[in-house]
């Protein structure tokens, strides 16, 4: 029988579905189902702009008029409805423009009322392409105008802010990107204001439209009205290649589609996977990849009679060579948490079975030997929790993590979850900072070094709860052996959140001085066999390894002659002048990065490594999904990735590395992930007691200083100014009042300062990388701050 | 049968040949005999120019969209007040037609919005290596006229892109506006 052969009467109608007709056929949907989606379904797509399926219905455009003859109730609808706003009913018959002349009178009227003030510029928009007017006026319009007179101009473009233009002409007042500031980033700076002809998408002068998801307006604009200062007039969309791939900035993984045109990566977009990002992404993952190549390393550097000079790859082969077998295994790694885990895993075998040593470390961070037990005992070698673990918790508690700055996408989860399911989200913070605000937190309130205490006050947490610890934890002693007991004793989950991309993978490929891949402990003789013998090496050093901060201390010491360094920048360490000072007294330090650094600048041989854009690979979320890493261009700048140096390194040593291919690194790295051995046991530290006296507390926010979005005038133009919090009685005893300097280990930064209500007392808050100058003090610790007056008045 | 001279044929006819009178083909045929072609032949292009000499390309690329040859290369870029080429927003700031690819269809000048893009009737683009064929934006350029000026300058008919466009004359005739009615100094 054939498929037309079927009537409806034989298509058994299901009890819990509502059953309409839209254009004659038969339609099963679920309840509340609005009927442009269920037009979808039988294959009709109903022309329209203001209707988003993540963003509340609005019916703003009247683009999507249907003619509804019976609503269910045997009675019609007298003029044609909008369909993204009405949802089925039981019995309903709807008539889209396939087969109502109604219909199709309505929507070629709206479009045309739309088209009379737009400016048809096609030519010069953005948009022009891929632009959902364009196409729907051909495929649903009239094709000639009946309008006149002079079009409705205004002056163009007007800044919403210093990344977003607004072209207002061109504007058809979908309320698609008010909506999207208002429901999904929760940052309401701009609005529809004034009326009829005029209506325009305004902002709010006092308060410019700061957001950090910015960018996405930009996506979901059906028209040209919304573009973004860094793409203006750079292509047109049919110049473009587009590739899916992975966002390298943070560790939520967003899947990413990015465009090139001659090699040269021209735009990111938000790709569209329900799973992560749905279909957003932040404004650094969108905006952040100018910086990488402006000021490339392009050619090896070798440092001849002190200076460091271009060489050629073999010439800088050997002297690497040189240089790595005088220090024998006195060499330590650092590998920087950005790496695909292809490219980690090559830093692991390097250091362990060409080097001969356990000193491997990706933490370019302030770390502890408390955080390495607990990532041992919890997270390296197994996946974590997920996204959807997220939408089943009822409840959901922060802890040292403020995911708006650390980790934008799950912010839009999880405030996704508070809007729509009421979800309960607390955060152990010094005071509700504007993402808590925006998540509805319960503030529970502790200065740096006492979360602790906090979290084991929280005497209600059950099984239906997670905790969101995230990287910060590790400076603050105790917090995550506490955080291990606390889940241990109430069953609620925990799940840890680092803040860069290629921090989980580079654990489970075994970056961690006492940890090989899978999670194996170096201590474990089988671990090392098992990895020994993956490997085809006699052994593995079993000794214990040295991590980031400790090898610096020993280069300086001279335990330790060589480093290779990659990705790491000093200024992130916990203590930047004693790396600094490490990297000077070493014998020996070979880099691999991709623009000239500090470590550079004191490095003996620099191997310029290909950027993300230029290699495939895997990222490992937080959740430890892999996602796929693209290769968006071929024409690269520098032909080796990491890893194929490494495997040069290791080839001119003599010691084969086994893998010189992001396709071979991947087959090794999953060999090696299945462990059912021994693991670390958890870290039982005890919570420090509380600091005497005034301590900082801080966080990097998203769009600071960092190299990954230098570049980026019109980026960093968005991030939020730099400001010291303060509670209002910690303000009075200082003396505080419109500017303060906050010093710490001979570094100091001014900044105006915010008196917070509902801060802790004695606590000063402070981004941790706002500009050029920088703290070099971990949350937590004692801080001076001194109110800074301006004598003289304005001449001062 | 091989005589002494048999061997010194050959070079016969070189002496010959060099004291023939040579033939060349030269063109024109005769002076003051250039073919002429039919006012609409499809030549070499243009861009062209406002009366005030700023270019009307505005680098939308519907030209090298629309080119079944793939021979046009277009990147367009921002004006900004200093650095004015054209009267709106956007100008073409790289501009190449590729004349060994062309084949002379004219669906780019179709696709022109801003009329920037037309074919002259020059023909003759004969030449020696292939980059020399890739012409740029400055061989491609209409020539200055009397009133025009080299940009970049600022709009001189007309403050904004509104008195600018609003002053054009209907549909059918001449742009007549000149700089110098603008009150500027020629």
């Known amino acids: 029988m054939s498929v037309d052969a079927k009537t409806s009467a034989e298509v058994q109608p299901r009890p819990d579905l509502v059953n309409l007709t839209i254009d004659g056929v038969p339609v099963s949907v679920p309840k509340g189902t609005l009927i442009i989606r269920a037009a979808e379904m039988i294959g009709t797509n109903i022309p329209r702009f203001c209707d988003h399926p993540l963003l509340d219905p609005v019916g703003a455009c009247r683009q999507c008029m249907v003619d509804i003859p019976d609503a269910g109730n045997g009675r019609g609808f007298p003029k044609p409805q909008a369909s993204c706003t009405m949802p089925v009913a039981e ?35 953005d948009k022009g392409g891929e632009c959902p ?77 700061e957001s950090y998801f910015s960018g996405n307006v930009v996506q979901i604009c059906p028209v040209g ?34 465009d090139h045109r001659h090699h040269q990566v021209k735009r990111r977009l938000a790709g569209n996977n329900p799973a992560i990002n749905e279909e957003w992404n932040c404004d650094k993952g969108r905006f952040g990849f100018v ?76 770390s502890s030997d408390e955080e390495a037990q607990f990532l041992g005992a919890f997270v390296a070698g197994r996946a974590q929790l997920r996204y959807s673990d997220l939408d089943a918790a009822k409840r959901v508690v922060l802890v040292a993590f403020e995911p708006e700055d650390e980790m934008p996408i799950a912010f839009l989860r999880l405030r996704k979850l508070v809007r729509k399911q009421g979800l309960r989200v607390q955060t152990i913070a010094p005071f509700a900072s504007v993402g808590s605000r925006k998540l509805s937190a319960e503030l529970i309130a502790a200065a740096p070094g006492g979360e602790a205490a906090a979290l084991e006050s929280l005497t209600d947490l059950d099984g239906s709860a997670i905790i969101l610890v995230g990287e910060r934890a590790a400076t603050l002693p105790g917090l995550l052996s506490t955080v291990a007991r606390v889940a241990d004793s109430t069953g609620a989950r925990v799940a840890w959140m680092p803040r860069r991309a290629g921090d989980k993978g580079a654990l489970d490929a075994g970056c961690l001085p006492g940890l090989l891949p899978g999670g194996r402990p170096v201590t474990d003789v089988a671990a090392r066999v098992d990895v020994a013998s993956a490997w085809g090496v006699d052994s593995l050093p079993a000794g214990p390894g040295l991590a980031a901060d400790e090898q610096f201390a020993a280069l300086a010491a001279g335990t330790l002659k060589a480093v290779v360094v990659a990705g790491v920048e000093p200024g992130d360490l916990a203590d930047p002048a004693a790396a600094l000072a490490g990297l000077e007294a070493a014998d020996f ?12 600048e004191r490095a003996d041989v620099v191997f310029p490594a290909a950027l993300v854009e230029e290699q495939s690979g895997h990222f490992r979320n937080w959740e430890g999904q892999d996602l796929t890493v693209g290769l968006v261009t071929t024409a690269t700048q520098t032909p080796f990735t990491d890893l194929r140096i490494l495997a040069a390194l290791a080839d001119a040593l003599g010691k084969p590395l086994g893998m010189r291919t992001p396709a071979a690194a991947w087959t090794a790295f999953h060999e090696l992930q299945d462990w059912d051995g021994g693991r670390p046991a958890a870290p039982a530290v005890a919570p420090a007691a509380a600091g005497e006296g005034l301590v900082l507390a801080g966080w990097r926010e998203l769009l600071d200083a960092s190299r990954g979005n230098d570049g980026e005038i019109a980026l960093r133009a968005t991030a939020r100014r730099p400001v010291l919090r303060v509670s209002p009685a910690t303000a009075e005893r200082l003396g505080l009042d419109e500017v303060a300097r906050v010093a710490a280990n001979g570094r100091e930064l001014v900044l105006p300062v915010v008196v917070t209500a509902d801060m802790v007392d004695d606590v000063v808050w402070a981004p941790l990388n706002p500009g050029e100058d920088r703290l070099a003090v971990v949350p937590g610790r004692p801080v001076a701050v001194t109110a800074v007056t301006f004598e003289g008045g304005e001449d001062a | 049968m091989t005589g002494f001279l048999d061997e010194w044929a050959g070079f016969g006819i070189t002496f010959n040949t060099m004291f023939r009178k040579t033939f060349t083909q030269g063109y024109p045929h005769k002076k003051g005999e250039e073919k002429v072609t039919m006012p609409r032949f499809h030549g070499r292009h243009q ?123 209907p549909t059918g005739e001449l742009d007549t506006r000149t700089a110098a009615r603008q009150g500027v100094a020629e």
């Open chain 1, 91 to 125: 019995g309903m018959v709807v008539n889209t423009q396939v087969t109502s002349e109604v219909a199709k009178k309505a929507q070629q009227g709206i479009m045309e009322f739309l088209l009379i003030n737009h400016p048809l510029d096609c030519p010069i928009c």
């Open chain 1, 133 to 209: 007017l364009q196409n729907q006026a051909l495929s649903h319009g009239r094709g000639e105008s009946r309008f006149g007179g002079l079009k409705r101009t205004f002056p163009k473009p007007v800044n919403v802010s210093a990344q977003i233009l607004l072209d207002r002409e061109r504007c058809v007042l979908c309320a698609r990107c008010t909506r999207f500031s208002e429901q999904i980033s929760g940052d309401p700076f701009i609005a529809l204001v004034e009326r009829g002809a005029l209506q325009q998408v305004g902002i709010y002068e006092q308060d410019p439209y």
């Open chain 1, 225 to 258: 009205a919304l573009t973004s200062a860094a793409y203006r007039f750079q292509s047109r969309p049919f110049d473009l290649v587009s590739t899916t791939t992975t966002c390298e900035h943070c560790a939520a993984g967003c899947e990413l589609r990015t």
């Open chain 1, 291 to 366: 910086s990488a190549r402006e000021d490339r390393l392009k050619y090896p550097l070798v440092r001849r009679d002190g200076v460091l000079k271009p060489a050629s790859w073999p010439e800088a082969i050997d002297a690497a060579v040189e240089g790595l077998k005088k220090a024998g295994e006195a060499v330590g790694v650092q590998t920087g948490g950005r790496l695909t885990v292809e490219n980690a895993l090559g830093y692991s075998r390097f250091a362990r079975a060409v080097l001969g040593t356990n000193n491997i470390d990706f933490r370019s961070r302030p």
């Open chain 1, 589 to 600: 330090v070979v880099s691999i990065e991709q623009r000239p650094s500090e470590v550079t």
């Open chain 2, 47 to 169: 861009l062209n120019r406002w009366p005030d000499g700023l270019e009307k390309c505005v680098g939308c690329e519907l030209c090298a969209w629309a080119c079944p040859a793939d021979a046009i290369y277009v990147e367009g870029a921002d004006n900004t007040d200093e650095n004015r080429y054209s009267p709106g927003e956007r100008y073409g700031h790289v501009y190449q037609i590729n004349y060994l690819r062309c084949i002379f269809c004219g669906m780019c000048i179709e696709a022109c919005p801003t009329r920037a893009l037309t074919m002259t009737n020059e023909f003759k683009i004969a030449d020696t290596t292939r980059s020399k064929l890739i012409y740029t934006k400055d061989e491609l350029l209409a020539p200055l006229l009397p009133g025009m000026e080299q940009p970049p300058h600022p709009r001189r008919l007309g403050d904004d892109e509104d008195d600018y466009f609003l002053g054009l004359p």
